[in-house]
């Protein structure tokens, strides 16, 4: 006994559809990690040029759309200010 052919045809779209799906949740996946990786890394570019930056500068709160900088007050010269 056979299901009928319309039937057939259904249920083979639906699994290639789902398997279609998953594959591209995979690539999507994938990209992620890739993505993630390549956030990594400028994240640690970025701690580098922090220390390279406050090394030369002292520790400072720099504008990123003028690069004009204001040193950062640590809590003595705050204390010192009250």
Known sequence: MKI?????????NQQKE?????????MLEAQKHGLLHKFGAVNAEVDELKIELENEYG??????EDGTYT????LEQ?????
């Not at 040193?71 to 640590?74: D, G, M």
């Open 71 to 74: 040193p950062v007050e640590t």
């Open 59 to 64: 520790a400072v709160n720099i504008n990123i």
């Open 4 to 12: 009928k052919e319309e039937q057939l045809k259904t249920i083979q």
């Open 78 to 82: 705050v204390e010192s200010d009250v």
């Open 18 to 26: 789902l398997n279609q799906i998953l594959h591209e949740v995979g």
